[in-house]
């Protein structure tokens, strides 16, 4: 995640923060012992049935479950630069 970080010139800072708090809390604790190319469909829905199940709110849960792709995409990314 922190080359994700590094886009942050392109971002406000408060949209910043908030991807930061959402990976670190939501999305991490799910996948920080798995590599990035081992992530299953599976995987995530687990990691979003549980957000389901944590009680947040539909607009938190839609904030998370965007980002999910949006880090995939770009890891996918950095991985093809290299």
């Given at each position: 995640?922190?080359?994700?970080?590094?886009?942050?010139?392109?971002?406000?800072?408060?949209?910043?923060?908030?991807?930061?708090?959402?990976?670190?809390?939501?999305?991490?604790?799910?996948?920080?012992?798995?590599?990035?190319?081992?992530?299953?469909?599976?995987?995530?829905?687990?990691?979003?049935?549980?957000?389901?199940?944590?009680g947040?709110?539909?607009?938190?849960?839609?904030?998370?479950?965007?980002?999910?792709?949006?880090?995939?995409?770009?890891?996918?990314?950095?991985?093809?630069?290299?």
């Amino acid at each position: 995640m922190p080359a994700y970080y590094d886009e942050s010139h392109r971002m406000q800072q408060s949209t910043l923060d908030n991807a930061k708090c959402v990976f670190n809390t939501h999305i991490l604790p799910y996948f920080k012992n798995k590599p990035i190319n081992s992530i299953t469909p599976t995987d995530i829905r687990t990691c979003q049935n549980a957000q389901i199940d944590s009680g947040a709110s539909n607009a938190y849960l839609r904030d998370i479950h965007k980002k999910i792709p949006a880090i995939m995409n770009y890891t996918v990314k950095l991985a093809q630069q290299f």
